[in-house]
């Protein structure tokens, strides 16, 4: 259940919960596992369910999904502009499967020359698992969520992404039900100038990232 | 849908006792729809265990107004935000 520790503890914006970075991730297991051993008595789920759900949801869920997404937009411009008008049904037509994903609009931007695009889940820690994997600690930690929307420069030159002060930042924050999928405008085999000195060709958030726990199942 | 993109907005500045996806720091602000989406379960409501469907937008916010002069420049912040959030200013 470990990866069900990590994803998910949802909507942290009530008084007096401790939040993703304020919890330790010992904190978080016995959390859920007095959880899961609630549901067990009640007999609402068993723990091998729980961990069958998870691995089937994780089984076609990594970060080559939205690589190979962003790679194709590169080398093709009919298939970028649909990507960047309905990334759903690009995701389709590149025979990535998300239906085991709860309903979910996934919508891309792109980062040019001038926009550098960078996504929070201030409230929560909505990920797009199913294109880029469980998401990484510091996605869900307090100190992103609440940084990057005041400071993101500061931020983003921590990750080592340095920019024009000229530049302009766009910021989506993740919310359930939508999500965004920010990919670079060039492939990596253009010339590397200042503007295209980004660690973190793709990022993407989903609105609902975790199917066992999303409450908008059924709706 | 009541907006539309371009339209100038206004955040309400509820302080509800309950759950709400209008973060604080995006209350009573302004801001300009960018993008209108579809339909989805207002997110206070399922809190609750009940439905209500609502029009979900892209709100646009200048930094500057969120953060007033401690704001880095040519900053954006979009959120997806619930038409129960905002009133057309």
């Known amino acids: 259940l470990s990866t069900a520790d990590n994803e998910h503890v949802h909507d942290h914006d009530q008084p007096g919960e401790p939040g993703h970075g304020g919890a330790t991730s010992a904190a978080l297991s016995t959390r859920v596992n007095a959880l899961v051993a609630g549901l067990e008595r009640r007999g609402l789920t068993s723990e091998t369910e729980i961990a069958a759900t998870l691995e089937r949801f994780l089984a076609g869920a990594g970060p080559n999904n939205g690589a190979r997404l962003v790679a ?20 389709t037509q590149s025979g990535l499967d998300l239906s085991h994903w709860a309903p979910v609009k996934i919508r ?7 926009v550098h695009n960078i996504v929070v889940c201030t ?10 994997g469980p998401s990484p600690g510091w996605y869900k930690s307090e100190a992103y969520r609440s940084r990057v929307v005041r400071e993101p420069r500061a931020v983003l030159r921590e990750f080592g992404c340095v920019f024009r002060p000229t530049s302009r930042s766009a910021f989506g924050i993740a919310r359930r039900n939508c999500a965004t999928l920010s990919s670079r405008a060039d492939p990596p085999a253009a010339p590397a100038g200042p503007k295209h000195n980004l660690r973190n060709s793709s990022r993407a958030t989903p609105s609902s990232a975790f199917p066992f726990y999303n409450d908008a199942r059924g709706t | 849908v009541t907006l539309a993109v371009g339209d100038r907005v206004m955040t309400n500045a509820r302080n509800p006792p309950r759950h709400t996806r209008l973060p604080r720091y995006l209350r009573a602000k302004p801001g300009t729809i960018e993008a209108v989406h579809a339909v989805f379960p207002l997110a206070d409501e399922h809190a609750a265990g009940r439905t209500l469907l609502e029009q979900l937008y892209t709100v646009a916010f200048a930094a500057a107004d969120i953060w007033d002069i401690d704001a880095e420049p040519n900053c954006v912040i979009h959120a997806e935000l619930w038409e129960s959030y905002l009133v057309h200013s």
Not at chain 1, 108 to 114: I, P, R, S, Y
């Open chain 1, 123 to 132: 409230l929560c820690s909505c990920y797009p698992i199913g294109l880029l």
């Open chain 1, 108 to 114: 891309a931007v792109e980062n040019t020359a001038d």
């Open chain 1, 72 to 91: 194709r937009a590169w080398m093709d411009a009919g298939f970028k502009s649909l990507l960047l008008a309905d990334a759903n049904a690009a995701i």
